[in-house]
């Protein structure tokens, strides 16, 4: 009996090892499923900076900086749910300025909530302003009041491969950090952002070579309706490119503004219900404009050069530059229910159903999202209840 027991005991005692066996294979094979996801989403990420890039390699370099430090304060869900706070913007721009040191260098007090709350942070010797006299020659201070809590020295040109991005043709980086395409339509109109209170559209310009089924389209013009407002950034028709020809119109309300070269080189609106600025970051063909309480954007003008041409097989006449504009979005404020082309990536839990990996994730969306004009708020799913104002001469 004794011996009968002692099988007994021994039978138990594998037992109870081979499922101790079990449950740790269990928990390595979840850990190998979750790092083979990480990979994937790294290679992924890695595509999404190649393609459409054109050839740009400093912008690769610099852009991938900005990307990974995106991606580590926000890690994509987060940032969706952070809509207009800072978060998948790829920073928290909630702060009062300080007076600066006696050696120049500017100081931000942080407001937003979290690690950084309450600290001051001082622009580095390197960049002591955030916005240099020197747009061009000079780097400005950007201060992040998110969880990395730092300064950075940057020029302020739109980064393509960022958040909020809209570039090449059209090429997005949406809210949640994922790249995809949206074609529209040649002389076509859609809504980029809608929501309560904001409303931003884009108009499309294109051509169609012989023997292809869509239209080659890039955006040339961005409305940006709020309140009773809109603000219109556009880039001009040109037949042969000259970098030292500024080659951007805006207008206010309708009517042309001019955005001085020198001294604070900006244009403010006598409004006072919001501010508005149309600031120069460039000699020519490179602005930032900020419409307070809802949006910053930095824009700048570019061609379609002679190589980009024939690399794409284009087919341009060679009497239009067809230039564009290329362009980074920082949203505050948006609500959870936004749309828009680009807007929709901003909503809380937003799934892209883009194809992830491919060459060229392709989003559709016309019918959606299509305006009558450039200044008009209506489309099937726009959300903005300001007045018409119509069409718009650009």
Not at 143 to 165: A, I, L
Not at 357 to 386: A, H
Request: aromatic share 8%; charged share 25%; net charge neutral.
């Amino acid at each position: 009996m004794d011996k009968m027991k002692s099988y007994v005991f021994v039978a138990l005692f594998v037992v109870l090892i081979a499922t101790e066996g079990i449950f740790v294979q269990g928990n390595d094979s979840g850990n190998d499923n979750g790092n083979k996801g990480n990979n994937n989403g790294n290679e992924n990420n890695g595509n999404s900076k190649g393609n459409g890039n054109h050839g740009d390699k400093k912008g690769n370099n610099n852009d991938g900086n900005d990307n990974g430090n995106g991606n580590k304060g926000g890690n994509n869900g987060n940032g969706n749910n952070g809509n207009g706070k800072g978060k998948g913007n790829g920073g928290n721009t909630d702060y009062d300025d300080l007076s600066p040191l006696g050696s120049g260098e500017e100081r931000a007090h942080c407001k937003a909530k979290g690690y950084c709350n309450n600290k001051i942070l001082v622009c580095p010797a390197q960049c002591p302003e955030k916005k240099p006299k020197k747009n061009k020659k000079h780097k400005a201070c950007f201060v992040d009041c998110s969880s990395k809590c730092e300064v950075t020295c940057k020029h302020r040109k739109p980064n393509c491969n960022g958040y909020g991005s809209l570039c090449y043709d059209p090429r997005f980086v949406g809210g949640d950090g994922v790249m995809f395409y949206f074609h529209g339509a040649k002389g076509g109109n859609f809504a980029i952002v809608s929501d309560d209170n904001l409303q931003i559209n884009a108009h499309f310009i294109g051509s169609r070579p012989q023997g292809r089924t869509r239209d080659f389209t890039w955006v040339q013009a961005l409305s940006v309706m709020f309140d009773s407002h809109n603000l219109i950034i556009a880039a001009n028709k040109v037949s042969n490119w000259d970098d030292n020809v500024d080659s951007l119109t805006a207008r206010f309300d309708g009517e042309a503004i001019d955005i001085p070269a020198d001294g604070e080189a900006e244009w403010r609106s006598n409004s006072e219900e919001r501010q508005v600025i149309v600031e120069r970051t460039d000699e020519t063909n490179a602005v930032k404009v900020i419409v307070a309480g809802l949006v910053e954007m930095d824009i700048k003008v570019r061609p379609i050069g002679k190589q980009e041409n024939e690399v794409h097989h284009y087919q341009l006449p060679h009497n239009d530059a067809f230039a564009h504009l290329e362009t980074q979005f920082r949203f505050k404020n948006l609500t959870d229910l936004v749309e828009g082309v680009l807007g929709k990536t901003y909503r809380p839990g937003y799934v892209s159903p883009v194809k992830i990996g491919v060459p060229m994730p392709m989003t559709g969306g016309e019918d959606k999202y299509q305006t009558p004009s450039l200044l008009s708020p209506f489309c099937r799913l726009c959300r903005f209840q300001g007045p018409s104002t119509g069409m718009a001469t650009i």
